[in-house]
Nanobody
Framework: QVQLVESGGGLVQAGGSLRLSCAAS????????MGWFRQAPGKERDFVAA????????RYADSVKGRFTISRDNAKNTVYLQMNSLKPEDTAVYYC?????????????????WGQGTQVTVSS
């Protein structure tokens, strides 16, 4: 049974930074494509960033390019999302996702496993 557990969310002022972590267990993490998505109240779940199983390939939503960085540590079974220059519109619940059949994935329906989410609130 795969488990993904996010941490690192919180309240931050606009312009600040946060680092989200997602710890995986239950399956070979080094074989997993991992992604971050976010969902604001009343909106759909949107793609934020993705990383290939090797870490050599990354993808970002246009809205976060240049501000967010996804990375992974396969020795620690953890994927990270470093978020800088945060804006109020970044406020959402952030979800970690994993899947084991593709090198990298950017669509929510490509992922098989999801974490419970962590709240990020950016005040203006």
């Amino acid at each position: 049974q795969v488990q993904l557990v996010e941490s690192g969310g919180g309240l931050v002022q606009a312009g600040g930074s946060l680092r989200l972590s997602c710890a995986a267990s239950g399956r070979a993490f080094s074989s997993a494509a991992m992604g971050w998505f976010r969902q604001a109240p009343g909106k759909e779940r949107d793609f934020v960033a993705a990383i290939s199983w090797s870490g050599s390939t990354t993808r970002y939503a246009d809205s976060v390019k240049g501000r967010f960085t996804i990375s992974r540590d396969n020795a620690k079974n953890t994927v990270y999302l470093q978020m800088n220059s945060l804006k109020p519109e970044d406020t959402a619940v952030y979800y970690c996702a994993g899947e084991w059949t593709r090198e990298i994935a950017t669509m929510a329906n490509e992922y098989d496993y999801w974490g419970q989410g962590t709240q990020v609130t950016v005040s203006s």
